[in-house]
């Protein structure tokens, strides 16, 4: 049940890279800036673009596993599971949903992220990236 778990909060570390976050240390300073890479042995974090309490602008900050209070993801963005439900009655048991990598392989060919269709080419690409483009317009709307 441990290793599950692990697995788990493992998982979910993976989900926040290359999102927005809030880093908030001990001391009571924090950062904002987009999660480039995370090291799993300590926690520690990189942030590209980031911003300090105080307004201060830094391309690069190295954040300690060991001064971190919490984090808040600011940018979630949209549910990558609800569109490969609806790819998977399209093309039935041929859809995997890499929440890891925040990706869908459809036929282990064709790649979709948030930003589409990004890999595929032929009439079930074309056929993906319609429902895309429909799941991202009922998206939109909500």
Known sequence: MAAIASKKFSD??????????????????????RVSAYNPLDYSLWLMEARDKE???????????????????????????????RLNRVFPNMVRYIREADVILVMDRIRVTRDGVVEGAGPAAERVKKIYEEWKSEKAET
Do not use: C
């Open 12 to 33: 979910e570390l993976s989900a926040i890279m290359g999102k927005r976050a809030r880093v908030t240390l001990s001391s009571g300073m924090w950062f904002e800036g």
């Open 55 to 85: 307004g201060g602008f830094y391309d690069r900050v190295l954040i300690s596993g060991r001064s971190i209070e919490y984090l808040v993801v600011l940018e979630a963005g949209p549910d990558l599971s609800k569109l490969a439900e």
